[in-house]
């Protein structure tokens, strides 16, 4: 354990650092809500795909809503100090709304549109309200994997001002509008995180008042230092060294390769991803603010699950990465779909951290998320676009088997059956537990899903496909097994996925999704466990 | 003696056993311990000591209703019948695979609740109807029934049918059920057409699944129980309470317990709403936020214009107490409700970064708070609360518990000193973080909605809340506290002024702009006839059935759904445009209030069209506090008290509240003490007692300007 012992310095004590803590948890908590009230894209209201948070003046997080998802950790921070160097705060005054969806800067991709709302007390700037979400809509080409480069792949706004001093900036709104499928509801979506965001500010100054604070510099350093001993002090109980970890994916073009070499120096952690695959001509390519966030996510939960989302805990992490590779790729490379790349991440950090400390981590996960885009005509003619979301099974633990089916590290819901019928004109004809598909091992990882359906359109349905580990599956930990493969079929043929379909009346697709790796070697599983995946049909079919 | 009504509440540990005398608005109360083998025998021993000790005879009971956890701890200890599942063939692992979407985003180790019918007990039929209700494959019979008889042939007892889509057409369903039970006539079945017509597969075949697991357990229990009161004497059919805030007959209960699951939590928000009503003076009693605060856990409910606010789903039995999305959902109406892991029990404890947290673990009633003695080594949040004075160590909750304050002040010194805090500051602490952690709940919760903290009123019950309803009260920027009397009792009273009640909901798919909107009209109709089948048979309908017609309604291809009352109709006029308007107007009107935001120009579709019918009960009137008597009599002495505001302990007045007569004005700081609790008022309140037995508290400007700035 660290030296340092978290007790009292200066005004702050373990009891009113709570309660502020607390009320600042209750304020993005409460501007998360307002996202979810008003915004129009489901991705908001349904997969929490946004994020709201605070950061002090100098833009160091204070807080982030409770939900969010694993993707924007630490990323509004660091928004907000680009925001910081390129405006400058002495060029900030109250009513400014800043604005950006570079994905350098932002969130990784041009749909997380990024608003910034700098906070006064008086007339001094304290404090930074943050949010980010996923617009219905961003113009470009839907969910391609083709693009090979970012100007295909939708509008985008540099850092900017949508509103200077209160005056909102109207040709950029005009030139939002005009660039997007669905102008209403992007900007509906885009003046809702405003709301939160001024929601936020409000309820961050009436707290200010209540605990008579001038600024928020103190209890931001505070609260930093604590979480930041606190991260120290379980960094420091894994045994130093240098992990190394290898791992081959599917890829595009070619196979790519991940690798990591995992630094423990006392009680800092370094991920260094040199010999990781070039960037590519496809929009796979994962910016560096998400491979830190995927990275801080693994390290996280391997060792302080419930730490806050502050400053002081991303403080001891550092990642690098070449310039160029898939996770630290280039402007203008084509970025849309780096969840793709980015959800493989924390996989390859528990495979190295796993070397240091084997009960922590998890074994691979039939990650990342599957998902079918549609688009064509009803038959009254009506043009439809419709997304169903799958997902894999969860990898083994060292004392539990992997959850079956669930979204990891996402946490998006799939689309109920009777739902899905009711948006597109499918008939799915299945959806269950694929038996056998959960890695073997001491303990079994989680089973992938099934789902068989038909085309009942009379009007050809154009299908796109986001699918992984079709080729290589996940992998096992301490001698556990692999998980199953994943795989796309039409007509019982199995087919590139990474190309569209079009499907007519009558044809049948089946998506399989993948298994989690299995934990230990497989002999030493308990006998009951054995009897129960025997008798509920986990490891092979029974009967149905 | 006169007509007087009997309502009994089980909980986990006691039974409540309320009387209420029609005629002089008598309440007589009973507490005994919860009988868990054959629940009706303690019940009958609190009915039988209740009458006994207030001479009551068992044929003037007028009205006997029941709420009971019964149920919900069947689900929570998986102690329900051994149930089976027959679905739609491809569809048997929807129960198992749920959501896929995770409650906790950090915790590897994370659990799905595990289904309450594993996979091989779960079979397939061959069937199929789609999305508009129409056949794609026909029901074979003669599988459904080999399905049956495999289950049979596996023990269980009870059978959940759950078949895709059969919200919009049940005729397989109920023809599965019919050929199952002509073979199998003992079995208990649900179909889900029956038990929640609503569209999506897994919430269905959940509630579905969830009804089949405790309906052996309602038919038995509530049968013994009925023919046990019948046998007293008792001449009026046993009503029960449902989770909406309503009575049902006994059948009703039977067919569907899955009801009844919040039936206690319902009944403690419509006698908040009772008992908030009864103190309207113009401050706020028509919106209300019931706060009832007990050992382990914080409830907070909202009172709406009057009336606990309706939900349409909730979960059960959730694997982590308090995480959202951990529990079995549940697609019934029932009354809102938010639960915080805050009592008098909760632990407080540093986490990793120091900071002090207040629970939600709890001290339980085993070993208790460390000043219970009794093992008890962590500070709890009674230990604070008895060490700031708030809690008296003398005849603690009745002379039931000994205190030994020097055991609490044992384990707030160690974990003081573990900060460098004083123990005091420390115990204020362990007071204020907890106080915080339901304001910052409730702040949140109301945000959801739309609304205003400031403008509700906070009702306190619970042995807690009254300790605690200041500081919440003040963090929240409230105005007034009202304690009711008896608090400790107060939920048992909500069984005797609910009114009849039935909620039922259909799912349609109505597109305002394309579809026509009579076919709305034919829905409700045929669902207010169902449910005025179901008030005449409670015999309760004595005024008219009063019907609410409303409807989920979202922008097309939007996946959150408004829930939004609907004119009354009818719907089925020849001027169909102004119907549409009007139904429109109602979806933007209820978009506008809780989104505070101007609708989008979207086409507009209900998907599920529901009905609450409604027979109110004659509304009885409380018993005025015992006759006046001076202030001073009522004070019964003075303790040393902690206020932050005095940077130290006061010594504080002390009041009977038995004592306090109606009309009479305090002012802050008091302790009011109280058989099952203690009302604290802080430096500068105003506390009124009611003509009606409530006390009034109306925090200082000072206070209420807590949360009074930037107005957002």
């Not at chain 1, 509103?163 to 040709?171: A, T």
């Not at chain 1, 595009?252 to 260094?272: H, N, P, Q, T």
């Not at chain 2, 908040?272 to 019931?290: E, H, K, P, Q, T």
């Not at chain 2, 604290?680 to 009606?692: F, H, L, Q, S, Y």
Request: glycine content about 10%; hydrophobic content about 45%; overall charge negative.
């Amino acid at each position: 354990m660290a030296e340092k012992k978290n007790t009292a310095t200066g005004d702050f004590d373990a009891v009113i650092l709570e309660i502020l803590w607390t009320r600042l948890i209750s304020i993005v908590d409460e501007g998360a809500k307002a996202i979810v009230r008003t915004a129009f894209s489901t991705l908001s209201n349904e997969a929490n795909d946004f994020a709201c948070v605070l950061t002090d003046a100098r833009g160091r997080s204070l807080a982030q809503n409770s939900g969010s998802i694993p993707s924007f950790i630490a990323t509004l921070p660091a928004t907000v100090r680009h925001f910081l160097d390129a405006i400058g705060a002495e060029n900030m005054r109250p009513g400014d709304i800043l604005i950006t969806n570079d994905p350098w800067k932002g969130t990784g991709h041009l749909p997380d549109v990024c608003i910034v709302q700098p906070v006064f007390f008086g007339a001094r700037l304290v404090a930074f309200a943050a949010t980010t979400s996923h617009v219905p809509d961003i113009g470009g080409r839907i969910r391609a994997l083709e693009a090979r480069e970012i100007y295909e792949e939708g509008l985008q706004i540099p850092l900017t001002k949508l509103s200077d001093g209160g005056v909102i900036n109207d040709q950029l709104v005009d030139i939002i509008r005009l660039n997007v499928r669905t102008p209403d509801q992007t900007m509906g979506d885009i003046w809702a995180q405003v709301g939160a965001g001024g929601l936020m500010a409000d309820r961050l100054l009436a707290m200010m008042s209540d605990y008579s604070l001038a600024d928020l510099t103190g209890l931001a350093d505070e609260l930093f230092r604590r979480c930041e001993v606190a991260m120290r002090a379980a960094i420091s109980a894994v045994p130093d060294g240098v992990y190394g970890y290898v791992m081959e994916t599917d890829g595009m073009d070619i196979a790519f390769r991940y690798e990591v070499a995992l630094s423990i120096e006392g009680d800092a952690i370094s991920a260094d991803f040199t010999g990781i695959t070039a960037a590519q001509p496809r929009a796979i390519n994962c910016p560096m603010t998400y491979t830190y966030a995927m990275t801080a996510y693994a390290v996280k939960c391997a060792l302080l699950p419930d730490l806050a989302n502050n400053d002081g805990m991303f403080r001891p992490i550092t990642v690098t990465a070449p310039e160029d590779c898939l996770v630290n790729p280039r402007y203008p490379a084509a970025v849309s779909a780096r969840a793709g790349t980015g959800h493989y991440v924390p996989v390859v950090v528990f495979g190295a951290l796993g070397q240091a400390v084997p009960d922590r981590v998890m074994a691979g996960a039939g990650s990342p998320l599957w998902a079918i885009t549609q688009t064509g005509h009803r038959d009254d003619g009506s043009a439809y676009a419709n997304v169903l979301f799958f997902n894999g099974g969860m990898g083994a633990l060292a004392d539990k088997d992997g959850e079956s089916c669930l979204s990891w590290p996402s946490n998006i819901s799939s689309t109920p059956v009777e739902v899905a019928e009711r948006n597109a004109p499918l008939l799915i004809r299945e959806k269950k537990l694929r038996p056998g598909s959960g890695g073997a091992g001491r303990h079994r990882g989680g089973l992938g899903q099934d789902v068989e359906m038909v085309c009942t359109s009379e009007r050809p349905i154009a299908m796109m496909f986001m699918a992984e580990r079709t080729r290589v599956p996940a992998p096992g930990f301490a001698g556990g097994g692999q998980g199953g493969l994943g795989s796309v079929e039409i007509n019982g043929e199995a087919v590139n996925h990474r190309t569209q379909h079009i499907l007519q009346k009558g044809d049948v697709v089946v998506v399989r999704t993948p298994g989690g790796g299995g934990y230990g070697v497989a002999a030493e599983r308990s006998g009951s466990a054995v009897e129960v995946d025997a008798a509920r049909g986990y490891a092979s079919d029974n009967e149905h | 003696m006169a007509a007087y009504s009997l309502g009994i509440d089980i909980g986990g540990t006691f039974t409540d056993i309320v009387a209420f005398d029609h005629a002089s608005g008598r309440q007589m109360s009973r507490k005994v311990l919860t009988s868990h083998d054959d629940p009706a025998r303690a019940v009958m021993a609190g009915i039988d000591a209740v009458m006994e000790m207030h001479g009551l005879a068992a044929a003037d009971c007028r009205r006997l209703v029941h709420a009971t956890t019964l149920f919900t701890n069947a689900l929570i200890e998986r102690k329900g019948a051994k149930t089976g599942l027959i679905t739609t063939q491809g569809f048997r692992d929807v129960l198992e695979i749920g959501r896929e979407r995770k409650y906790g985003l950090y915790d590897l180790a994370i659990s799905k609740p595990a289904p309450l019918v594993p996979r091989d007990r779960r079979l397939e039929a061959i069937e199929r109807i789609d999305v508009d209700g129409n056949v794609v494959v026909e029901l074979d019979h003669a599988d459904v029934l080999k399905q049956a008889d495999r289950l049979v042939a596996a023990g269980v007892t009870s059978v959940a049918v759950v078949f895709l889509h059969a919200y919009a057409d049940g005729t397989h369903e109920r023809q599965a059920i019919d050929i199952i039970s002509a073979a199998h006539p003992s079995l208990s079945l649900s179909a889900s057409h029956d038990v929640a017509p609503e569209i999506r597969e897994f919430e269905r075949t959940s509630t579905t699944v969830a009804n089949a697991y405790i309906k052996p357990l309602a038919e038995r229990y509530l049968e013994a129980l009925a023919d046990q009161a019948a046998a007293r004497g008792i001449a009026t059919p046993l009503h029960m309470m449902l989770s909406a805030g309503g009575l049902t007959h006994l059948e009703e209960a039977k067919r569907v317990p899955v009801e009844m699951l919040e039936s206690g939590p319902a009944a403690g928000a419509l006698a908040a709403a009772y008992f908030g009503a009864a103190s309207d003076d113009g401050v706020g009693a028509d919106d209300l936020l019931a706060f009832d605060m007990g050992g382990t856990t914080a409830k907070l409910a909202l009172v709406e214009g009057g009336e606990p606010r309706t939900a349409y789903g909730f979960e059960a039995a959730r694997e982590k107490r308090f995480a959202e999305g951990s529990g079995l959902p549940i697609r019934i109406s029932t009354v809102e409700l938010i639960e915080i892991g805050a009592g008098g029990g909760s632990i407080a404890r540093l986490d990793a970064a120091g900071l002090l947290k207040v629970g939600p673990e709890s001290a339980g009633s085993d070993p208790g708070p460390a000043s219970y003695g009794a093992g008890g080594t962590q500070p709890t949040v009674t230990d604070a609360d008895l060490a700031l004075g708030y809690l008296d160590s003398e005849g603690f909750a009745g002379g039931d518990v000994t205190i030994d304050l020097a055991a609490g002040d044992a384990a707030i010194s160690g974990l003081a000193d573990q900060v460098s805090m004083a123990p005091l500051a420390l115990a204020w602490g362990i007071h204020d973080i907890v106080n915080e952690s339901m304001a910052s709940a409730a702040r949140v919760h109301i945000a959801e909605r739309g609304r205003d903290p400031r403008g509700y009123s906070l009702l306190c019950t619970g042995g807690a809340g009254p300790v605690h309803a200041y500081g919440v009260a003040a963090k929240l920027g409230l105005k007034r506290i009202i304690c009711p009397p008896s608090a400790g009792v107060a939920s048992a009273l909500g069984l005797l002024v609910a009114p009849a009640r039935v909620d039922r909901v259909a799912t349609i798919g109505l597109n305002l702009e394309t579809d026509d909107p009579a076919k709305l009209e034919a829905v409700f109709q045929r669902l207010e006839a169902e449910a005025r089948g179901v008030i005449a048979d409670t015999g309760l309908a004595e005024n008219d059935v009063e019907f609410h017609r409303l409807a989920d309604g979202r922008f097309v291809g939007q996946g959150f759904d408004l829930v939004i009352p609907l004119p009354p109709g009818p719907y089925d006029l020849a001027d169909k445009r102004a119907v549409r308007a009007q139904l429109l107007a109602a979806f933007e009107r209820g978009y506008r209030e809780r989104f505070n935001r101007t609708p989008p120009d979207v086409a507009v579709e209900f998907i599920n069209a529901r009905l609450s019918a409604r027979a109110p009960a004659p509304v009885p009137e409380m018993e005025p506090p015992s006759s006046p008597r001076a202030d001073d009599s009522a004070q019964i002495g003075t303790r040393p008290a902690y206020f932050p505001e005095f940077g130290g302990f006061t010594e504080v007045p002390v009041f009977d509240r038995q004592q306090l007569a109606g009309g009479q004005k305090l002012c802050g700081p008091v302790i009011i003490a109280d058989a099952g609790s203690t009302l604290i008022a802080g430096p500068g309140a105003a506390i009124a007692v009611m003509e009606n037995g409530n006390i009034h508290v109306d925090l200082p400007a000072r206070k209420q300007a807590v949360e009074g700035v930037g107005d957002g």
